[in-house]
């Protein structure tokens, strides 16, 4: 949702205020369920609701109230953790957390609210061939 807002010039990339949260949440939402109601047994995304409430709480030290309820009810089979172990950090212009010790923060906050939602997640450390390889066989598992 925000790399829209950086699209249509709303925003510059790395722009972003407290209030885009509201958008952003309510824009993932909206389009997770418009995806799943088509999906093919699979729905992958690369963010949800409760990354964003964390990426709220990391830079803002708060969050709104809805978001946080929705995080919590929303439910998903299976998400996927890329861990910041093993890669580095790559530029693309839109990316703001470039240091190794504040992705690893990020990542152990991200893992306690997963647990706080009894959400199932793996976390997926190693090369990016290792990493995809792990997350085709925890998707396949789901279907077994």
């Given at each position: 949702?925000?790399?829209?807002?950086?699209?249509?010039?709303?925003?510059?990339?790395?722009?972003?205020?407290?209030?885009?949260?509201?958008?952003v949440a309510q824009g993932q939402i909206a389009l997770e369920d418009s995806l799943a109601y088509n999906a093919n047994?699979?729905?992958?995304?690369?963010?949800?609701?409760?990354?964003?409430?964390?990426?709220?709480?990391?830079?803002?030290?708060?969050?709104?109230?809805?978001?946080?309820?929705?995080?919590?009810?929303?439910?998903?089979?299976?998400?996927?953790?890329?861990?910041?172990?093993?890669?580095?950090?790559?530029?693309?212009?839109?990316?703001?957390?470039?240091?190794?010790?504040?992705?690893?923060?990020?990542?152990?906050?991200?893992?306690?609210?997963?647990?706080?939602?009894?959400?199932?997640?793996?976390?997926?450390?190693?090369?990016?061939?290792?990493?995809?390889?792990?997350?085709?066989?925890?998707?396949?598992?789901?279907?077994?």
């Amino acid at each position: 949702m925000f790399d829209e807002m950086v699209a249509v010039g709303v925003r510059r990339a790395g722009e972003f205020r407290y209030e885009d949260l509201t958008t952003v949440a309510q824009g993932q939402i909206a389009l997770e369920d418009s995806l799943a109601y088509n999906a093919n047994k699979v729905l992958v995304c690369d963010t949800d609701v409760l990354t964003t409430m964390t990426w709220s709480d990391h830079y803002f030290g708060t969050h709104e109230d809805w978001i946080e309820e929705a995080a919590y009810v929303r439910q998903y089979d299976l998400t996927l953790v890329l861990s910041p172990d093993g890669t580095d950090h790559v530029q693309d212009g839109t990316r703001v957390m470039t240091k190794q010790s504040t992705r690893q923060t990020f990542t152990t906050t991200l893992e306690r609210n997963l647990q706080r939602a009894g959400r199932s997640y793996l976390k997926l450390t190693g090369t990016h061939e290792e990493r995809y390889n792990k997350a085709v066989i925890a998707i396949e598992s789901l279907f077994e």
